[in-house]
């Protein structure tokens, strides 16, 4: 599985993003798909995920401003950022593993994307 994340950026505070996780292979529908972020200085951090079963699970940081959503038919995964805060900024990965695990934790995760900078300016 190759994941190609894209759609990071220069924002103002309260402005919105829409990123993109693109994946490879046949057996997108049964893989999980989750989003972490990672600022300078800090560790890696869990934002939000979709399940196979199409669930959806947020960090309590982005809940209400964030929404996850997939295309299975496109092999996509979209994270919508709204309502942006300088604390937001941060390099954004997607990372994917088949079934269902402890979709919190970065470790537990085989794939992963190159990552997208998002930039939020006060």
């Known amino acids: 599985v190759q994941l190609q994340a894209c759609g990071g950026g220069l924002v103002q505070t309260g402005g919105s993003l829409r990123l993109s996780c693109a994946a490879s292979g046949r057996t997108f529908s049964t893989t999980s798909i989750g989003w972490f972020r990672q600022a300078p200085g800090k560790d890696r951090e869990f934002v939000a995920v979709?399940?196979?079963?199409?669930?959806?699970f947020y960090a309590d940081s982005v809940k209400g401003r964030f929404t996850i959503s997939r295309d299975n038919a496109k092999n996509t995964v979209y994270l919508q950022m709204n309502s942006l805060k300088p604390e937001d900024a941060a390099i954004y990965y997607c990372?994917?593993?088949?079934?269902?695990?402890?979709?919190?934790?970065?470790?537990?995760?085989?794939?992963w994307g190159q990552g997208t900078l998002v930039t939020v300016s006060s």
């Open positions: 979709v399940t196979w079963a199409d669930s959806r």
């Open positions: 990372a994917s593993r088949s079934g269902s695990f402890d979709y919190y934790s970065s470790w537990n995760y085989d794939h």
